[in-house]
């Protein structure tokens, strides 16, 4: 079945166009922004079809071509084609619709952090092929795109990828397909590489003898530390943090401290804050500095966080290897907590742990999100343990895609 003039009025979180049929919605692969199309249906849901785009009838007037040469192929990005004032719209679209849908709540508008829109990323992931080489998966599929930079890399990880191609090519060459992945994270002029691997003995031992003295950081994961170390060293407005080789950390090094300075406005002074999913404990050492608790299930984040913490000089903290569900209202009471911090999975807050917080006497929430379905999903949540959006506002951390990150806060009645 196929439909024409089909017009493109958003885009998904996944890059499939938004688009109107007579009869139902569609979502539509390829489609781009602001254009007409005809579209071919290769799905039909009871309230929305998947579908395809054939062809252009009228291009979109904020369609550009993509300054990447992979783009068309490649699964990283998914807006790259249209201008950067057009996605920062979308993405301020993106999560007015989910307030509205999913909390019942209208606003006008919102305001939005604007980043560097190229060479932003400290991190990227890429799959290795049998032969060594670096590549992205293309667009919704297992197949592989080779590619020789990545425009959203940070400028010295475009710089080195040659070289470490180099290193991938040689270890797949003399075992094939030993190097599955590989994640390149960068800080300053430190390059640690990170290699998912099958487990193959001579092949490690190759590793470590040719490559013990390496420029790069090297781990291979679960099997340990061929040179360097198995972290890195970054810094967020005065405060230093030892990242690890699996710690979270943001993405985008200079709209960090945007994302912490809005956090840090919302939080005002003198609190006591716990931070649940506190991983290494960069954002909330960043954002309130001492007086602080935070809840971490990763065990080895929670070294970290201690060893930050001690880096940092602190001298009234606490970190818990718990899970968040571990937190209630003795606690809550015990340790005195003013204002807790969240910045969960994509998955978003477990309902019954809103309920449980409902129950404290929590005054304030500063939740941050990298998924606004999410999100809207739990301040009406927290509305119905009897709280309210405050404040909110966003930061594009992740220019040439429909991710962005969210802040919003939220208070007691």
Same mark, same amino acid.
């Given at each position: 079945?196929?439909?024409?003039?089909?017009?493109?009025?958003?885009?998904?979180?996944?890059?499939?166009?938004?688009?109107?049929?007579?009869?139902?919605?569609?979502?539509?692969?390829?489609?781009?922004?602001? @254009? +007409?199309? $005809? %579209?071919?249906?290769?799905?039909? *849901? &009871?309230?929305?079809?998947?579908? #395809?785009? /054939?062809?252009?009838?009228?291009?979109?007037?904020?369609?550009?071509?993509?300054?990447?040469?992979?783009?068309?192929?490649?699964?990283?990005?998914?807006?790259?084609?249209?201008?950067?004032?057009?996605?920062?719209?979308?993405?301020?679209?993106?999560?007015?619709?989910?307030?509205?849908?999913?909390?019942?709540?209208?606003?006008?508008?919102?305001?939005?952090?604007?980043?560097?829109?190229?060479?932003?990323?400290?991190?990227?992931?890429?799959?290795?092929?049998?032969?060594?080489?670096?590549?992205?998966?293309?667009?919704?599929?297992?197949?592989?795109?080779?590619?020789?930079?990545?425009?959203?890399?940070?400028?010295?990880?475009?710089?080195?990828?040659? @070289? +470490?191609? $180099? %290193?991938?090519?040689?270890?797949? *060459? &003399?075992?094939?397909?030993?190097? #599955?992945? /590989?994640?390149?994270?960068?800080?300053?002029?430190?390059?640690?590489?990170?290699?998912?691997?099958?487990?193959?003995?001579?092949?490690?031992?190759?590793?470590?003898?040719?490559?013990?003295?390496?420029?790069?950081?090297?781990?291979?994961?679960?099997?340990?530390?061929?040179?360097?170390?198995?972290?890195?060293?970054?810094?967020?407005?005065?405060?230093?943090?030892?990242?690890?080789?699996?710690?979270?950390?943001?993405?985008?090094?200079?709209?960090?401290?945007?994302?912490?300075?809005?956090?840090?406005?919302?939080?005002?002074?003198?609190?006591?804050?716990?931070?649940?999913?506190?991983?290494?404990?960069?954002?909330?050492?960043?954002?309130?500095?001492?007086?602080?608790?935070?809840?971490?299930?990763?065990?080895?984040?929670?070294?970290?966080?201690?060893?930050?913490?001690?880096?940092?000089?602190?001298?009234?903290?606490?970190?818990?290897?718990?899970?968040?569900?571990?937190?209630?209202?003795?606690?809550?009471?015990?340790?005195?907590?003013?204002?807790?911090?969240?910045?969960?999975?994509?998955?978003?807050?477990?309902?019954?742990?809103?309920?449980?917080?409902?129950?404290?006497?929590?005054?304030?929430?500063?939740?941050?999100?990298?998924?606004?379905?999410?999100?809207?999903?739990?301040?009406?949540?927290?509305?119905?343990?009897?709280?309210?959006?405050?404040?909110?506002?966003?930061?594009?951390?992740?220019?040439?895609?429909?991710?962005?990150?969210?802040?919003?806060?939220?208070?007691?009645?």
């Amino acid at each position: 079945m196929k439909y024409t003039d089909i017009k493109i009025t958003d885009i998904l979180q996944d890059g499939r166009g938004v688009g109107k049929t007579p009869d139902k919605i569609a979502f539509i692969e390829k489609a781009t922004f602001g @254009e +007409i199309c $005809e %579209i071919e249906i290769i799905n039909e *849901n &009871k309230n929305f079809y998947e579908a #395809k785009k /054939i062809k252009t009838i009228k291009e979109s007037p904020v369609q550009r071509q993509a300054p990447c040469p992979y783009y068309y192929e490649c699964g990283a990005c998914t807006i790259m084609d249209i201008t950067y004032n057009a996605q920062i719209q979308l993405k301020k679209n993106l999560i007015l619709s989910a307030l509205k849908k999913t909390a019942n709540i209208e606003l006008e508008d919102i305001e939005i952090i604007e980043s560097e829109n190229l060479h932003y990323r400290n991190k990227i992931r890429l799959q290795v092929t049998k032969e060594g080489k670096l590549a992205y998966n293309k667009i919704g599929s297992n197949d592989l795109v080779e590619i020789k930079d990545c425009l959203l890399a940070r400028k010295i990880i475009s710089v080195n990828l040659p @070289e +470490i191609e $180099e %290193i991938t090519k040689d270890i797949n *060459n &003399k075992y094939p397909s030993f190097i #599955k992945e /590989i994640t390149i994270r960068t800080y300053s002029k430190e390059i640690m590489l990170n290699l998912e691997s099958e487990k193959n003995d001579k092949a490690l031992a190759y590793i470590r003898e040719k490559y013990a003295s390496s420029k790069y950081s090297i781990n291979i994961i679960g099997q340990g530390n061929i040179s360097g170390k198995d972290y890195l060293e970054y810094q967020i407005f005065d405060k230093k943090f030892r990242i690890s080789l699996n710690d979270f950390y943001q993405v985008n090094d200079k709209q960090i401290q945007n994302l912490y300075q809005t956090a840090r406005d919302f939080l005002g002074e003198n609190k006591r804050v716990l931070d649940l999913y506190c991983g290494s404990a960069t954002s909330s050492i960043a954002i309130n500095g001492d007086n602080l608790v935070g809840v971490e299930i990763n065990k080895n984040a929670i070294k970290d966080a201690k060893i930050n913490a001690e880096i940092n000089d602190l001298d009234n903290f606490k970190f818990l290897a718990k899970n968040a569900k571990y937190i209630d209202e003795n606690f809550i009471k015990n340790e005195k907590i003013d204002t807790i911090i969240v910045d969960p999975p994509r998955a978003g807050l477990d309902k019954a742990l809103i309920k449980s917080i409902g129950k404290t006497s929590t005054k304030e929430i500063i939740y941050i999100s990298c998924n606004p379905q999410t999100l809207a999903r739990d301040i009406k949540r927290f509305i119905n343990e009897g709280y309210k959006l405050e404040k909110i506002k966003a930061v594009d951390m992740f220019p040439q895609t429909m991710h962005v990150e969210a802040i919003a806060l939220i208070q007691k009645i």
